[in-house]
């Protein structure tokens, strides 16, 4: 099992961070499978910080087959990585205030 969990605060209100990032009916959770060689669940959750932002959290969890099984442990670290880099780009648009409409 594949379970990687990355989070970042990002200083702009809850609403602001769902409605650009997903569904903005569905501001608290949103959720992605996909099937292939290594299905994948892919949930992103925001809560609201103590300061008035937005915690965002990135979650992909899969239980590989096969080959991937054995490249498992590579495929946690680079998806950590991905996932850091993907949130840290996301909080540099929506802190810069370059929402798109």
Request: glycine fraction near 6%; hydrophobic fraction near 40%; avoid cysteine.
């Amino acid at each position: 099992m594949v379970d990687v969990s990355t989070q970042i605060d990002i200083a702009r209100p809850r609403a602001d961070v769902a409605a650009y990032a997903s569904d903005p009916d569905n501001a608290t959770a949103w959720y992605v499978k996909t099937q292939g060689p290594f299905p994948m669940e892919t949930t992103y959750t925001w809560g609201d910080t103590p300061s008035g932002g937005t915690r965002m959290t990135l979650r992909n969890r899969g239980e590989p087959a096969g080959f991937s099984k054995l490249v498992a442990p590579v495929m946690a670290t680079a998806m950590r990585r991905a996932n850091a880099k993907d949130l840290q780009q996301l909080k540099k648009i929506l802190e810069a205030g370059s929402l798109v409409s």
